[in-house]
């Protein structure tokens, strides 16, 4: 089985402050890898080194077999990437937008997107800026879905999230493994975090304190090694 992400001794640094301490990590391709840590843990800077949007201090990250800091734009057609505050063309309408991304990628399914547009309910004709903050994460995650990358990010995917499609994109989730491909769930929350993942590593200042393969073992039972692990 190859790696969609592979990083050795992960080092960043903010002045005196170091946000990631040596992080070694492998993510197979077919898995569904959380981080779990309370906020300041490091998580969203692992995700941003990754996706090349800042530089690490020292080590290696490699993602999709490239090194991270060659990341282009032509890469992410084969990379769906959702952070927590994604930004949006507010002034689009949800229609306009899922068709200004379609061209940008071959792979693009719009029998897939009629799929995400109808279980997470989007209002075509509203525009972005009048959405709430749950339903943009949703037309976010709709424009990251549909073209079945090889690798999805999801920094907070489930923030605003309401049940019903919280349990949708786990689902989505789930067929995205199923079908070899990766995903990074990156999240404060460790029922969410455990509840669908294959690979759980918790997060504290930087560092993995504890790494819990899903194996056998139920979110009751992942959630006390986090208790555990950030105790």
Do not use: C
């Not at 009629?114 to 800026?129: E, G, H």
């Amino acid at each position: 089985m190859n790696n969609a992400i592979r990083t050795e001794n992960l080092v960043k640094r903010f002045r005196k402050v170091e946000a990631l301490s040596g992080l070694d990590l492998t993510v197979p391709e077919g898995s569904i890898y959380a981080f779990v840590g309370p906020n300041g843990a490091g998580k969203t800077t692992a995700i941003k080194i990754l996706m090349n949007i800042v530089g690490a201090t020292r080590g290696r990250a490699e993602v999709l077999g490239l090194d991270s800091m060659q990341l282009a734009g032509r890469h992410f057609a084969s990379i769906g990437y959702v952070s927590e505050n994604q930004e949006l063309p507010e002034w689009m309408r949800v229609d306009a937008f899922l068709a200004y991304l379609r061209p940008f990628y071959l792979t693009w399914d719009r029998t897939l997107e009629n799929d995400l547009v109808s279980q997470f309910d989007l209002p075509l004709d509203r525009k972005l800026k009048d959405l709430s903050r749950g339903m943009r994460m949703k037309a976010a995650l709709a424009g990251a879905l549909a073209f079945h990358p090889k690798l999805m990010v999801l920094d907070e995917p489930f923030t605003g999230l309401d049940r019903i499609a919280a349990e949708a994109l786990s689902r989505l989730l789930a067929r995205h493994a199923a079908a070899g491909r990766a995903t990074v769930l990156v999240t404060h929350n460790v029922e969410e975090g455990t509840g669908l993942a294959t690979h759980v590593a918790f997060m504290r200042a930087g560092r993995f304190v504890h790494f819990a393969p899903r194996a056998g073992r139920g979110p009751e039972q992942v959630g006390e090694d986090y208790r555990n692990a950030i105790a």
